[in-house]
């Protein structure tokens, strides 16, 4: 066998785009976030809905508060791609589809998409085989971050152009990472070029949970712990705030999941709702 058949997508990407795809096929529209690509990419075996972490009820929280976070992440590239921005970063992409989905509208940006070297060469492979291929302007990058890789040389070997404004999402990504990890990053990130956008999600420490989700937040922990993907950092939204600022950010702000609770889903009669917990942080050079 080949070394490529040998690669895998991390079980928490391919969570997540079984979650978006379960959003369209088990929840009454309005749908809030329509994405079934990753589905196909996944291709899993017959009866995947029956899983435990994909049982409809018991998910529904996580799963609308993946799609709302989709959701606004989407909304705030199509703003900034109308001001001019023509480059665009997902840090930890997992098994997106915005380029697959959206072709005619990411077809005017570069497009860059970061994550584990197993996760990059199998989404490599499945897009080939489905038919969607790998365009000019989608640059996949995969990064040996156990081995000590630096994503950000990486990047720029790719062909992206530090000196021109960039939209960079980073959605699930900070909880798996050591604060100084995380630190380093936005400081980085900080010294994009004038007019760039960051997007960045983080999970809040347990007291600052809703009740109603605390219990299964715990209950959460010692399973990632167990597939090898503990979790590492939380921050309330201060200390981000903080990290944010201290890095060189020229402006920050907050965004609550309940802020985008109450933008995308208020009107619903259906009582899905996402659940709390993870936090936006959204910083401008």
Do not use: N
């Not at 994405?35 to 435990?52: F, I, Q």
Request: glycine share 8%.
């Amino acid at each position: 066998m080949t070394d490529e058949q040998h690669e895998e997508p991390d079980s928490t990407a391919v969570r997540v785009a079984l979650w978006r795809a379960l959003h369209v096929q088990v929840d009454a529209p309005p749908h809030v976030f329509e994405d079934e690509v990753g589905l196909r990419l996944v291709a899993p075996e017959d009866g995947w809905r029956r899983r435990p972490d994909m049982d409809p009820l018991a998910t529904r929280g996580f799963r609308a508060a993946i799609v709302s976070r989709a959701r606004c992440v989407e909304e705030m590239v199509t703003e900034r791609v109308a001001h001019g921005v023509t480059q665009y970063v997902l840090l930890g992409a997992g098994l997106d589809t915005f380029a697959q989905r959206r072709p005619e509208f990411a077809s005017r940006l570069r497009v860059f998409e970061i994550d584990q070297r197993g996760t990059q060469v199998w989404k490599r492979r499945r897009l080939i085989e489905l038919g969607y291929g790998i365009p000019d302007w989608l640059c996949l990058v995969p990064v040996d971050f156990e081995a000590g890789g630096d994503w950000w040389e990486e990047l720029c070997h790719a062909g992206f152009d530090p000196g021109r404004p960039a939209v960079v999402v980073s959605t699930g990504v900070s909880l798996y990472l050591s604060k100084e990890a995380t630190a380093a990053s936005l400081r980085r990130l900080a010294r994009l070029a004038p007019g760039s956008t960051l997007a960045m999600t983080f999970m809040l420490p347990a007291e600052l949970v809703e009740d109603a989700d605390r219990p299964a937040l715990e209950a959460t922990k010692p399973r990632a712990q167990a597939s090898g993907t503990p979790f590492v950092s939380f921050y309330t939204p201060a200390e981000m705030l903080a990290l944010a600022r201290a890095a060189g950010f020229a402006d920050v702000r907050h965004v609550s999941g309940t802020a985008l609770a109450e933008q995308y889903f208020a009107d619903r009669t259906d009582g899905l709702r996402p659940s709390s917990g993870e936090d936006l942080l959204v910083a401008t050079t």
